[in-house]
């Protein structure tokens, strides 16, 4: 599904670095989402905008920022990363009022050594 | 909190059965249930959603049922395939709401 994409698509980095992953959509929804996968396990959601000036947390959020540069793109930084941040994150978009689901973007597997 | 629980965590059957996910929902004000399948590796994609002016919908092999009194929601998947093997995650969302609300997950393992 190209209408969500992620960059970068795998990153290795150390500890203490900081990191920003990217999300970009051409679907022309409001509200996108970052949320986190560890092996085995379920989504959880990091961060979540219904517009440029609305941010919110997430069940996950210490140790994260993001911003909403555009309602296209919408970026999830790693301030300081550490190794229990290694997981799989996904960003994902929604319309408000005409709900049809939510679409992911492909991934970014990040890993903190 | 509103929160979603899905049973079972594992799934497992035999090629050509059914298999049947269900999950309970809390917030009575929810309106949509969407499903999502996420092969290994992937990403969760859409597979079938159910609104809640809606008792039951079918979409090939695949069915969702609807309960708003109990609020409870099921996947069926007949004549399963390995394939069909996924996580499957079911999710409560109100319109105009604050967010999704997802289950835990089911693994799916269909044997050939």
């Known amino acids: 599904d190209a209408d969500v994409t992620q960059t970068p698509r795998n990153r290795i980095t150390k500890t203490g670095k900081r ?16 949320y986190r996968q ?7 959601l990091i961060y979540y905008s219904f517009d440029v ?12 920022s993001v911003s909403r540069q555009a309602q296209a793109k919408f970026s999830l930084s790693l301030e300081s990363a550490i190794p229990n941040q290694t ?27 | 909190g509103e929160n979603v629980e899905q049973h079972p965590s594992t799934l497992s059957v035999q090629e050509g059965d059914s298999a049947v996910i269900k999950c309970t929902y809390s917030d009575s004000a929810s309106n949509y249930f969407p499903w999502y399948k996420q092969e290994l590796g992937k990403r969760p994609q859409l597979i ?4 809640s002016n809606v008792g039951e919908k ?20 007949t004549e399963t395939q390995p394939e069909d ?19 835990a997950g089911t693994r799916l393992f269909v044997k050939a």
């Open chain 1, 87 to 113: 997981a799989l994150y996904f960003c994902a978009t929604s319309d408000s009022w005409t709900p049809d689901g939510m679409y992911f973007g492909p991934g970014t597997r990040l890993t903190v050594t």
């Open chain 2, 85 to 103: 093997s996924a996580v499957y995650f079911c999710a409560a969302h109100r319109t105009g709401g604050f967010k999704t609300i997802f289950g």
């Open chain 2, 48 to 51: 079938i959603d159910i609104r």
């Open chain 1, 53 to 64: 000036k609305d941010i919110n947390k997430g069940e996950i959020s210490d140790g994260y």
């Open chain 1, 19 to 34: 990191i920003m992953l990217e999300c970009s959509q051409t679907k022309g929804h409001d509200r996108m989402y970052w």
């Open chain 2, 58 to 77: 079918k979409d090939q092999r695949i069915a969702v049922t609807l309960n708003k009194t109990a609020k409870h929601f099921s996947l069926h998947i």
């Open chain 1, 38 to 44: 560890d092996p085995g396990l379920g989504l959880r």
